[in-house]
């Protein structure tokens, strides 16, 4: 079974985690100490997370031509 997502919410996807991130660093830095390190750890995922799913889609569209167009049902 397959799950089906609009384009740009699918495009828009590893920018939405790096920003995620990127927000979650900063609140670290900016609330008192506490949950501090839990957050510098989870931005640090999340960050990461949306820079794998940015390369690997670059990586797929560069290597495209490769593989076969064809659904897996056909």
Do not use: C, F, K, N
């Not at 900063?26 to 390369?55: E, F, K, N």
């Amino acid at each position: 079974m397959a799950i089906w997502i609009p384009r740009p919410l699918y495009e828009a996807l590893p920018y939405v985690y790096i920003a995620a991130g990127t927000a979650l660093l900063v609140a670290a830095y900016v609330l008192p100490p506490g949950p501090r390190g839990w957050l510098v750890v989870a931005g640090l995922a999340v960050v990461v997370a949306g820079l794998v799913l940015w390369m690997h889609r670059r990586d797929y569209r560069a290597t495209q031509s490769e593989y076969d167009g064809r659904q897996l049902d056909e």
